[in-house]
């Protein structure tokens, strides 16, 4: 064989290797755990996601990685705790019609099988587009039903309850999917807010009362009992102390006399008219 054309044969297996293993490693492509791949090939999103792991695509397709595992959205008045920087609470009204503001997290997840319709839909920034505005509006549509004490102290829970079912109605079926709400901190205008501390600080003393009265109460009804069976107790004595029952019993106390180591006997008279007589035997 020529050695110019063996050259060249080799050369062109060369090339021909090199090719195929960059298409090889162009095809190859790994979805890290917590998350799907979304497959887009020449503009068009492909219904069926990948799975976490190593797969072997089209070259000429691009693989979206969205995350599916538990995720956080924060509006909050401190900064840098929110998704957005600065004082990014919610304002809303209350049914008095008193402006609050609510530090606000929802925990969310992104539907596996449901990302290549979302990123189809809406894109990668779902949260801001779908999250974001379905809470501010949940949060409005629910707060306005309540007065300020009820979301600040006594019904926070089932404001936060509320929140979250109404949340969950508005998201339908985009693909995420709501875990939980947390309402962490509610502030309200101060003047209301001391008037609402004070409310509740009477409310406790009132309630303290209340208990020391019922506690006097029972230490009456207790005492009242008490006094009821000591006087039943004083009827059924006195009932049983009759003239040959003290009989006996001078006589019984007689006999232990006797039998004393001092020798003294003490002698009541019967009928109690004169005063006892102290004996001494020794």
Do not use: C
């Not at 293993?21 to 887009?40: C, E, R």
């Not at 020449?42 to 000429?60: A, D, M, R, T, W």
């Not at 502030?187 to 009265?213: G, H, N, T």
């Not at 006195?238 to 003294?264: C, D, H």
């Amino acid at each position: 064989m020529n050695p110019a054309k063996a050259t060249l044969s080799t050369v062109l297996i060369a090339i021909t290797v090199i090719i195929v293993v960059i298409v090889l490693l162009a095809a190859i492509t790994v979805v890290p755990a917590g998350h799907v791949g979304v497959i887009v090939l020449f503009g068009k999103v492909k219904p069926n996601s990948i799975q976490p792991g190593l797969h072997l695509v089209n070259p000429l397709a691009n693989v979206k990685k969205m995350e599916t595992r538990l995720q956080e959205y924060t509006m909050s008045v401190a900064s840098g705790e929110g998704a957005f920087r600065g004082d990014d609470a919610i304002d809303a009204l209350t049914s008095e019609g008193l402006k609050v503001r609510l530090d606000i997290t929802a925990w969310f997840r992104l539907l596996p099988d449901k990302a290549p319709k979302v990123y189809n839909e809406i894109g990668l920034n779902y949260a801001s587009k779908i999250i974001r505005p379905t809470l501010r509006t949940a949060i409005r549509d629910v707060v306005v039903k309540f007065t300020a004490e009820d979301i600040y102290s006594a019904k926070r829970d089932s404001v936060v309850k509320a929140i979250n079912i109404k949340a969950i109605e508005l998201i339908g079926d985009r693909g995420m999917i709501l875990d939980r709400i947390l309402l962490r901190n509610v502030i309200l205008p101060i003047k209301i807010q001391d008037a609402i501390d004070a409310k509740l600080a009477a409310d406790q003393e009132a309630r303290k009362m209340e208990f020391v009265l019922q506690k006097e109460v029972l230490e009456k009804e207790r005492r009242i009992i008490e006094a009821e069976g000591i006087r039943e107790a004083n009827r059924i004595i006195a009932a049983g102390l009759t003239t040959n029952y003290l009989r006996w019993y001078r006589i019984e106390m007689l006999k232990q006399l006797v039998n004393s180591p001092n020798n003294t006997i003490i002698m009541i008279p019967e009928d109690f008219s004169s005063s006892p007589v102290i004996l001494n035997t020794n």
